[in-house]
């Protein structure tokens, strides 16, 4: 019955306040104008001096040159890194964070595990930057924990100078990855429901046939989205990279900030606007993607 | 009007349930599957857990062993907690090594209280606002709020230098109006919560209330909006206060100085210090979301009771 009264009542009210015309109905729209200003001069227009900028010529004109900077072999090869970076990492985030958030959403609901982890994957995803770079020279580094144990065990000898490599960044990243996985692919996991997996034995169904025709298509937009979150997030990381690099800037995010703080070059601020733009186009196509799928999630999962 | 059809569906559903605990009853084998399954299941799930957990815990118990032991020696020691509790003081007897980090500790402490502060005092009354009044603006806003998502901070540096320069000579080149660039980061974050929670109270109806008790807008967002809301406030100011504490990029690029740059900055001549600065960052991060964790979590669980 109290379905019945709640599909009966459809929200009404709002909808008077537009019968007004003209003053009326603009005038609440001053409400919003605080907020919307501020959000002008702090996001909107830095984000125009960079697109107007990456197209402007140092004397005012229109120029190419900027855009066409870009195709300078550091540059490239900071873009396929990145990629490179971001890509692997991201695969790597999401099968981890994937198969823990299935284990978490298999043990009990309110359980302490699950809050533990969830606290801590929150901390790590949101809060690493420059302390984790400092977790892992700690580890791995001569003097290191690991560094040691390596050598006292085993006797190898390493000076964990492949920490200073985008391969080590490889291994770096993957520590704030996978918990951010977890954080945004644990909703969708949470949505599957135990009634499936028993409606599909009913039917005969084995595990692989439940995986392959029921849980697997219902969570691959939600698996694949979460995966481009993790892209764009590493592809924009740059703390963790800058605290342990010093020498050299392999990555685009260094590169932005080696164009940006390069006060010998004048040009160099416009490369930094160009360069900027470039990430920009890539996270919004990649972010744009993520929100495509993340619809087709919530008609399931949400 | 018409009360037969409502009364139709449950009518039509109520055959339905029969058939269905009946073919349960005479299929026992796919329980017994169950049964072995679930085990199996228990065992994956240690073995997962225990890996992950392992690869998390590697590092953060290093970092405690680097933050205890002279690197040469190995002997044991605590002064660089000591030299932590002791950071004040520390930083007037040498300012040139440890001045910055303590100076970016009391910048930080201050631009999460002015973050948090702002972002609500932009945000609620503006989400509000347009969920009762202007409710054709929601998707603008909405889309104005994710942005921030699709520019890195990194890039928004890049376009902040006028800006800034200009809040620099309309206010001073302090780090603490760092502020107003992280309301902005924490903008999709926080609108996220704030969302959810503003969606799963009847707005209109308890404004409406309010407004004919004689309320004015201030007193309705004071007393009836925000005690309504206080768990999504809170997730909102949780996640502002993580991200605010470990912002570095935009700080270092705008030459600002906050917890972050302070500790990369003591890293340079006092390594042990900064790993053990950044523990303690990171574990009492931890203990805090833990303890707002449990404290929703109980909530919860009394309002399902």
Same mark, same amino acid.
């Given at each position: 019955m109290t379905t019945s009264i709640e599909t009966l009542s459809p929200a009404p009210a709002p909808v008077a306040v537009r019968s007004g015309r003209g003053w009326r109905r603009v005038a609440p729209v001053l409400g919003t104008v605080p907020f919307f200003g501020y959000v002008a001069v702090f996001l909107l227009i830095p984000t125009a001096i960079v697109v107007i900028g990456a197209f402007r010529s140092p004397g005012g004109g229109f120029t190419l040159s900027n855009i066409t900077a870009l195709g300078d072999s550091t540059v490239i090869d900071a873009f396929v890194s990145s990629v490179i970076l971001s890509a692997v990492t991201a695969v790597i985030g999401a099968v981890f964070g994937g198969l823990l958030s299935y284990v978490l959403v298999t043990g009990r609901p309110g359980s302490m595990s699950r809050r533990v982890v969830t606290a801590a994957c929150s901390v790590l995803a949101q809060f690493g930057g420059v302390m984790l770079a400092f977790a892992f020279t700690a580890t791995l580094l001569t003097n290191g924990m690991v560094n040691d144990a390596l050598q006292d065990w085993f006797g190898i000898a390493t000076t964990g100078a492949y920490l200073y490599t985008v391969p080590g960044l490889i291994l770096v990243y993957s520590y704030f990855q996978i918990p951010l996985m977890v954080i945004v692919f644990l909703p969708a996991v949470d949505g599957i429901r135990s009634q499936w997996r028993e409606a599909a034995e009913t039917l005969g169904g084995s595990t692989w046939v439940y995986w392959r025709r029921v849980a697997g298509p219902l969570l691959a937009p939600a698996f694949f989205g979460s995966m481009l979150l993790l892209f764009a997030n590493s592809f924009s990381a740059y703390a963790t990279a800058k605290a342990l690099i010093s020498q050299s800037n392999p990555i685009v995010p260094m590169q932005i900030a080696g164009a940006i703080t390069n006060e010998v070059n004048v040009g160099h601020a416009d490369l930094a606007k160009s360069l900027a733009l470039g990430m920009v186009i890539i996270v919004a196509i990649v972010m744009w993607l993520y929100a495509k799928l993340q619809k087709s999630t919530s008609k399931w999962l949400g | 009007m018409t009360p037969s059809a409502p009364a139709a569906p449950s009518l039509s559903r109520t055959p339905a349930t029969p058939p269905g605990s009946s073919l349960s009853e005479s299929h026992p084998r796919p329980q017994q599957m169950r049964r072995g399954m679930r085990r199996k299941q228990a065992t994956t799930r240690r073995i997962v857990i225990g890996v992950i957990m392992a690869f998390f815990l590697i590092p953060l118990t290093s970092m405690l062993y680097f933050s205890v032991r002279y690197p040469l020696s190995g002997k044991w020691t605590g002064h660089s907690w000591s030299d932590l509790i002791h950071i004040q003081a520390l930083a007037a007897?040498?300012? =040139?090594?440890? /001045?910055?980090?303590?100076?970016?500790?009391?910048?930080? %402490?201050? +631009?999460?209280?002015?973050?948090?502060?702002?972002?609500?005092?932009?945000?609620?009354?503006?989400?509000?606002?347009?969920?009762?009044?202007?409710?054709?603006?929601?998707?603008?806003?909405?889309?104005?709020?994710? +942005?921030?998502?699709?520019?890195?901070?990194?890039?928004?540096?890049?376009?902040? !230098?006028?800006?800034?320069?200009?809040?620099?000579?309309?206010?001073?080149?302090?780090?603490?109006?760092?502020?107003? $660039?992280?309301? $902005?980061?924490?903008?999709?974050?926080?609108?996220? *919560?704030?969302?959810? /929670?503003? /969606?799963?109270?009847?707005?209109?109806?308890?404004?409406? =209330?309010?407004? &004919? +008790? !004689? *309320?004015? #807008?201030?007193?309705? @967002? #004071?007393? $009836?909006?925000?005690?309504?809301?206080?768990?999504?406030?809170?997730? =909102?100011?949780?996640?502002?206060? %993580?991200?605010?504490?470990?912002?570095?990029?935009? %700080?270092?690029?705008? %030459?600002?100085?906050? @917890?972050?740059?302070? $500790?990369?900055?003591?890293?340079?001549?006092? /390594?042990?210090?900064?790993?053990?600065?950044?523990? *303690? =960052?990171? +574990?009492? *991060?931890?203990?805090? @979301?833990?303890?707002?964790?449990?404290?929703? !979590?109980?909530?919860? &669980?009394?309002? !399902?009771?």
């Open positions: - | 007897e040498d300012p =040139a090594d440890y /001045g910055q980090l303590w100076d970016g500790l009391k910048n930080s %402490a201050v +631009l999460v209280v002015l973050t948090v502060v702002l972002m609500l005092v932009l945000l609620i009354p503006t989400m509000t606002w347009i969920r009762l009044r202007v409710r054709w603006l929601s998707r603008t806003l909405e889309f104005v709020c994710l +942005l921030p998502l699709t520019i890195p901070a990194i890039v928004l540096v890049v376009g902040l !230098g006028p800006v800034y320069r200009i809040v620099s000579s309309v206010l001073s080149t302090n780090s603490i109006w760092l502020c107003f $660039i992280y309301v $902005i980061l924490v903008l999709p974050f926080a609108y996220r *919560a704030l969302d959810a /929670g503003l /969606g799963a109270i009847d707005l209109p109806t308890l404004s409406e =209330a309010a407004r &004919s +008790l !004689g *309320a004015g #807008w201030l007193r309705i @967002l #004071w007393r $009836i909006v925000l005690p309504n809301i206080r768990s999504a406030v809170v997730s =909102a100011c949780f996640i502002s206060v %993580a991200l605010v504490l470990g912002e570095f990029t935009i %700080a270092q690029l705008l %030459a600002r100085n906050n @917890l972050q740059t302070g $500790i990369y900055l003591v890293s340079q001549s006092d /390594g042990q210090l900064a790993v053990t600065m950044s523990l *303690a =960052a990171l +574990l009492l *991060a931890f203990v805090l @979301l833990m303890v707002l964790s449990l404290l929703s !979590g109980d909530r919860k &669980s009394q309002e !399902g009771s």
